[in-house]
């Protein structure tokens, strides 16, 4: 077992998580902050210079987990790892923000898609994406087809 | 404090830090796998159509942490959450990996920078991409172009 602290905390507009955007083509441009505790602060040092921060934090209003389960972009069920659902064996959530300002221990920070109070478990820079044209998507891109023909 | 428990162990040719392609322009196309714990097969379902996964894991032979440090990429220190340290404050590790084929509860994978044994937490599907022209990447593509114009 591993045991891990929060080093920081979520802001956000969402106190209940129906308030999330969810399924297919939500959106996820609400703005927040991270408000990182005081003693880490020095761990930020040079933050400012990247675009895109990727967030690790704690579903710490999740309730157990399963290993199966349909998700709200799909009417079809699949692995927990083949999704991003809440209820996984280790409640971990991981988010990519945007940055746009950092004002001392506070990242503000656009694409929030996390309840307010949301514990912080790291934050890393985002350094580089998958080559377009050799990522596949799997049954989301399914799911996303069919939703487009009108047909399941 | 949050307890995290391994789903899976990383099977890779690393057995020691040192042997881990580190600094500008290192490459991770090193293959491995995932070998996920035999009770949670089931969250595996429908992995296999993803091209890639977000592999979240443990840094078990990291000693303590520091807020700041001189990356191997860099001469200058910057800020632990601004780097891809082991020594952070949760040795919470993140890894893009390209799914090659899944056999059971093993997944074959490239792009392993793990050590042998390193404990799992958590798989992803990776769904979407930063747009590359709202991509920046701080003291990083700095220390870049000072490399590549051979002056600090």
């Given amino acids: 077992m591993f045991s891990m602290r929060p080093i920081g905390y979520v802001k956000s507009a969402y106190s209940q998580t129906r308030e999330i955007p969810k399924g297919l083509g939500a959106q996820h441009e609400a ?10 602060e020095p761990g930020l040092k040079d ?11 704690v579903f710490d209003r999740a309730a157990g987990w399963e290993l199966v389960g349909v998700p709200p972009t799909d009417d079809r069920p ?10 996984r064996p280790n409640p971990i959530g991981l988010t990519v923000v945007e940055l746009i300002a950092r004002e001392g221990t506070m990242l503000r920070v656009r694409g929030v898609d996390m309840l307010d109070g949301t ?23 399914e799911a996303e087809a069919r939703a487009a023909g009108g047909k399941s």
Wanted: proline share 11%; net charge neutral.
């Fill in 119 to 141: 514990p912080i478990l790291d934050i890393k820079p985002y350094l580089s994406n998958v080559p377009p044209e050799r990522l596949r998507r799997g049954w989301l891109a």
């Fill in 47 to 57: 933050i400012e210079g990247f675009s895109h921060l990727i967030v690790i934090w």
């Fill in 78 to 87: 699949h692995g927990v790892f083949a999704t991003r659902s809440p209820r």
């Fill in 31 to 40: 703005e927040g902050s991270l408000d990182v505790l005081p003693e880490f």
